[in-house]
């Protein structure tokens, strides 16, 4: 009962445009979410990344440990693709992810703009989290692909194309270069 109350509080993220301001702040999500949850639901919220550890952990969830997984196959899959390209080996643990993953990495990977390569996988990973979104829009699984959602329209518009090309650059120029460097966001 206590999940109708919280999503009934919650503004759409639906049809928001790419540059448009947000209608709630991460921390606010945040601050509802222990008003209203238990433990055992916010103890789940604690494990919402767009960043996922190497190997499956059970986060008490079947939503998340389906992002999990799939954010996961899209990370090996990027590794793979790039690695081919450089002819270096890549250890994707036997892992056997589905086409489209394989298809979105080399289209990311073949994209000039560093940028545009990046709006393109986050386009990606918001088709898999809508093909994920739960039937049923008052219950905790809902809650957690809302908190998903929020990260990553958050994560679209943290981009800075200036830092972005100066860090680019950076990089390019230390591989080119011969140097070891490492970029700290």
Known sequence: MAEY??????PSLDGIG???????????????????????????????????????ESSGS????????SE??????????RAEKLRKPFDTKNRIFP???????SA?????????????????????????RPMDSFSEEYIFYYGLKLKLLLRMRRFDTSTGEKAYKTIYDSIVNGDRLEVIP
Request: charged content about 25%.
């Open 99 to 105: 086409v489209e993953y394989s298809k979105a990495a």
């Open 18 to 56: 790419e540059n448009a301001p947000l209608p709630i702040s991460e921390e606010h999500f945040t601050e509802l979410c222990h008003r209203f949850l238990g433990k055992k639901s916010l103890a789940a919220m604690r494990k919402l990344t767009l960043s996922p550890p190497k190997s499956a």
């Open 108 to 132: 990311a990977l073949e994209t000039e703009n560093p940028m545009e390569a990046e709006k393109y996988l986050n386009h990606f990973r918001l088709g898999i989290l809508e093909a994920l």
């Open 62 to 69: 079947s939503f998340i440990d389906a992002w999990n997984e």
């Open 5 to 10: 109350y919280l999503i009934s509080q919650l």
């Open 72 to 81: 996961r196959n899209l990370r090996f899959a990027l590794g793979k693709v």
